[in-house]
């Protein structure tokens, strides 16, 4: 018998907010205004866990260019 190991393909919104630290409120605002990507599935919000990547790599980049 195999075991098969699913990993999860998507978050929502909340679990961004978790993930980023911040709160729900400001995590829905950087989705809204596409800060952050995400599609909508049915009346859902959901993110990829690379787009939550190239956020962070984003704000990163920017906080390099500001101290240099």
Known sequence: MTTTVITRKWHTT??????????LSKT????LTGEIRSVKVGRNRRILP???????????????????
């Open 50 to 68: 690379e787009w939550v990547d190239e956020y962070v790599q984003r704000v990163a980049a920017g906080a390099e260019g500001i101290c240099a």
């Open 14 to 23: 909340a679990e961004v907010a978790e993930m980023l630290g911040f709160g």
């Open 28 to 31: 829905k605002m950087l989705v």
